[in-house]
């Protein structure tokens, strides 16, 4: 496959609008990259949504060891269009600077379609593997790992050896990341004239009693993971009142936590809900409740056989050897990590942090370069053979 092949089919995803929904039409459009090969590939669509469906593309022999590439389909919205000098949707080329533009550009359409190029370049070149291939792409990951928590309970992950994330990141090859807890808490009071404020139940008030002993507790945890560092706790949105001389019926408020091993998210939604039930038998004047939203566990990797792999090929591509690192951002391998077999899952793909801003792009440059590194992992992680036998 030519260089000027592998940049249109990246401008063919991003000018696909799929912000926050419409991901069948990215994987109607990489299903049809698949096709001329349908004797050698296994093409399943995994709907989550109505317009929301999984990809699942599988190749090679069920034999041999298998590894995973996975990407998500769904962009962030492009917020004020005007901001923009090149359309978010249009993958405008700036051969002068190197630059491909456009919503996904970084996160994460070119890692999608580095690992979607890898697979056509080995069927393209007939070139047999031992092991399996397998492109998991994804929706709502932007939103919650909605896809990815709908094919690991199916099970598509559960025959791994080794996945790798094509998320953006090429300066390292990260191997654990925090897990995420999102939360929502509202209260509910009765509504009065504030002149008259003994009348009604302030939910607000109510609301206040949480927030203060949230943060208490959660400044009580100072534990410390090796890789990860300190759990975090954020109270991010708070929402409540319609008027000035009305008590407030409804409160609410959103909180976000980055979690470690050493505070585990069982014990940090025991610990909310416990706060939350304490305070509603302390005052019949309390109605608090707490909703976990699409909690993610911490993903941790030690010492294994994928990652220094990617450590030693990475030399022969970069300027160094990529560094092991961990991130504190969510991704979708905090969903496989619950898959029923253990394997490493490792995130490196083409990307910068022009993510989720104005004029988001990717440098070709690195783009093309990803795509020949994370060949050559694959292959070397699951053994080409020139007369292997494919089998169904």
């Not at 190749?59 to 923009?84: I, Q």
């Not at 700036?94 to 359409?109: H, P, T, V, Y």
């Not at 009305?246 to 470690?260: F, Q, T």
């Amino acid at each position: 496959m030519t260089d000027n092949e592998k940049i249109t089919i990246l401008q063919n995803l991003i000018q696909i609008e799929s912000v926050n929904d419409h991901e069948e039409r990215v994987a109607d459009y990489i299903s049809s990259l698949f096709e001329p090969y349908s004797d050698q590939v296994q093409i399943k669509k995994v709907p989550f949504a109505e317009g929301r469906t999984n990809l699942v593309v599988t190749m090679g022999n069920k034999t041999g060891k298998h590894l995973g590439f996975s990407g998500h389909m769904d962009v962030v919205d492009p917020g004020n269009v005007e901001e923009w000098q090149h359309g978010p949707f249009s993958g405008d080329v700036d051969a002068e600077a190197g630059k491909l533009f456009g919503r996904g550009a970084s996160d994460m359409k070119s890692g999608l379609a580095a690992a979607v190029i890898i697979m056509l370049e080995l069927l393209e070149s007939g070139t047999a593997i031992e092991g399996q291939l397998k492109l998991l792409a994804t929706v709502g990951e932007e939103t919650g790992e909605y896809g990815a928590h709908v094919l690991t309970q199916a099970g598509y992950a559960d025959d791994l050896d080794g996945l790798i994330i094509t998320e953006p990141h090429m300066d390292g090859i990260i191997t654990s990341c925090k897990g995420v807890i999102d939360y929502q808490v509202t209260s509910i009071g009765a509504p009065a004239h504030s002149s008259r404020p003994d009348m009604g139940i302030n939910a607000i008030d109510n609301l206040i009693q949480f927030y203060l002993a949230a943060k208490k507790l959660m400044a009580q945890h100072n534990e410390v993971n090796p890789k990860l560092g300190k759990m975090t706790h954020s109270i991010d949105i708070i929402d409540g009142g319609k008027q000035v001389n009305s008590v407030p019926d409804y409160a609410m408020l959103k909180g976000n936590i980055r979690s470690i091993p050493e505070y585990s998210n069982d014990q940090i939604f025991t610990d909310l809900q416990k706060i939350v039930d304490d305070l509603n038998m302390s005052d019949p004047k309390m109605k608090l409740k707490i909703e976990f939203i699409y909690p993610e566990v911490p993903i941790i990797n030690g010492e294994n056989l994928l990652t220094k792999l990617a450590q030693k090929i990475s030399e022969q591509y970069f300027d160094q050897i990529l560094p092991v690192e961990s991130s504190s951002g969510a991704n979708d391998g905090s969903e496989f990590v619950q898959a029923k077999k253990q394997f490493p899952i490792i995130l490196v793909g083409p990307g910068n942090n022009s993510s989720h801003g104005y004029d988001e792009y990717v440098d070709i440059a690195q783009y093309l370069n990803s795509i020949n590194y994370l060949k050559d992992v694959a292959e070397q992680f699951v053994g080409v053979s020139e007369f292997a036998e494919v089998q169904d």
